[in-house]
């Protein structure tokens, strides 16, 4: 049986630098968390309540590039709108919204697409495993 195996001595040099690669999927991870953020924002976007546009915008990633904060470090992710009455229109679960919009309308939107944003930071970090 051993005459049926060609044995080969290669010497592949390998170098990993694990700090490296730690440090480069958390980059991905990072960038993957702000693609997710965006996809989250613009996905919540027909469910935000509407009346003049001014909700809408205040959490538009084009628009506004502060809705979206990632920390690479803690691999956290903060989303959301800047502007003063966005919580309570959030919160409230009474309020009308006869042009657009429903209530916990991020929240819903966020365990919506939970499998979206997985798919999303997850391609980024095999991307950056791949190079």
Do not use: C
């Amino acid at each position: 049986m051993a005459d049926r195996f060609i044995e080969v001595d290669v010497d592949f040099d390998l170098k990993i630098d694990p700090e490296a690669l730690i440090e480069e999927v958390n980059r991905a991870a990072g960038l993957g968390l702000y693609l997710a953020s965006e996809h989250v924002l613009t996905t919540a976007a027909p469910r935000t309540p509407w009346e003049s546009g001014d909700l809408q915008r205040s959490g538009d990633p084009r628009e506004r590039p502060g809705s979206i904060a990632v920390d690479e470090g803690k691999l956290k992710a903060a989303l959301g709108y800047d502007i003063v009455y966005a919580a309570r229109q959030h919160e409230e679960l009474e309020w009308n919204h006869p042009i657009q919009g429903e209530p916990k309308w991020l929240e819903r939107t966020i365990r919506d697409e939970a499998d979206n944003v997985r798919a999303i930071i997850a391609k980024q970090i095999r991307k950056a495993l791949r190079s």
